[in-house]
C-alpha cells in the first residue's frame, strides 16, 4: 500500500500557522514529532518510487531532504519562529544543491504544492541556461507549452528581470524566457488531494512531468567547470 499523509499532520501545520509562538511549539512538540515522522515516511517511500526514473532519488533519505522548520529570524522582519510548513527538496548534492530539482511542501489550509526547475542559480549557471534557452527555443518550448505541462503547472514563474538581460537584443523570441532569474514551475496541491489515499500516485505523476524540464536546464550546467 503506498504511503499517505495523516489527516493530524495537515491539521498540526494549520494549527502552527495560527498559533506561530514558542510556547504554543513547545506544548505542541509531540505533535510536532508525530508529523515530521509521518511526512519523513512519505518521503522515503517517495524516494523509492522516483528511482524509476531519477536515479538521484536512489541516493537519499527522507531524513536528509527535509528542511528544519526552525526560521532564522537574525535579518528578517518577519520574526515568526517557526516555518508553518514541511518542505523536502530531491536534487544531486542533496537539499541545499543549486542545481535543478524536485520540491515537495506541505501546508495546511490548501497551501501544498510540488515544484521543479533551477531556483535562484548563480550568474555562471544563469547565464548558461540562458544561452541554452536561446540556442535551443524550440525545445524548451515543447516542454514548457506542451498542453499536459500547462494544465499541471500552468505559467512558468520565478523572478524576472524588468529589462532586457545583458547580450541579448529585445526582440529576440526567447526574451520572454530569457528574462527569467529563477525558472520554476509550480503544481498547487489542494488539502483534499494531499490526504487522499492516491496522493503518491499525484506526485509521482508531477515529478515525471517536470523530468524533462529539469533535464534541461541541468544539461548546460554540466559543462560548467570543465573548461
Not at 504511503?3 to 512538540?29: H, V
Not at 515568526?80 to 527538496?89: C, E, I, L, Q, V
Not at 529576440?172 to 492516491?198: C, E, H, Q
Amino acid at each position: 500500500m503506498a504511503a499517505t499523509i495523516a489527516k493530524s499532520t495537515l491539521q498540526f501545520l494549520s494549527d502552527l500557522s495560527r498559533n506561530n509562538t514558542r510556547e504554543w511549539f513547545a506544548e505542541n512538540k509531540a505533535r510536532y514529532e508525530a508529523a515530521r515522522k509521518d511526512y519523513i515516511s512519505f518521503l522515503d517511500e517517495m524516494l523509492k518510487e522516483m528511482t524509476a526514473f531519477e536515479p538521484v532519488a536512489g541516493t537519499q533519505t527522507g531524513k536528509d531532504l527535509i528542511f528544519r522548520i526552525y526560521r532564522d529570524v537574525r535579518f528578517s522582519n518577519d520574526k515568526r519562529p517557526y516555518k508553518d510548513h514541511f518542505g523536502a527538496y530531491v536534487a544531486g548534492g542533496g537539499r541545499k544543491s543549486i542545481l535543478p530539482g524536485y520540491y515537495l511542501h506541505l501546508a495546511g489550509n490548501n497551501n501544498s504544492f510540488l515544484a521543479g526547475g533551477l531556483w535562484m542559480p548563480p550568474a555562471d549557471y544563469l547565464k548558461a541556461v540562458r544561452q541554452e534557452i536561446d540556442y535551443s527555443l524550440d525545445e524548451f518550448t515543447q516542454i514548457v507549452e506542451a498542453p499536459a505541462f500547462k494544465k499541471k503547472f500552468g505559467e512558468l514563474q520565478g523572478e524576472q528581470l524588468k529589462t532586457t538581460p545583458k547580450g541579448y537584443e529585445k526582440d529576440n523570441p526567447a526574451i520572454a524566457y530569457l528574462r527569467f532569474k529563477s525558472w520554476n514551475a509550480v503544481m498547487p496541491l489542494s488539502d483534499k488531494t494531499v490526504l487522499s489515499p492516491g496522493f503518491m500516485e499525484v506526485v509521482m505523476d508531477g515529478f515525471k512531468s517536470l523530468k524533462p524540464f529539469n533535464d534541461f536546464l541541468t544539461a548546460p550546467l554540466k559543462e560548467i567547470g570543465k573548461e
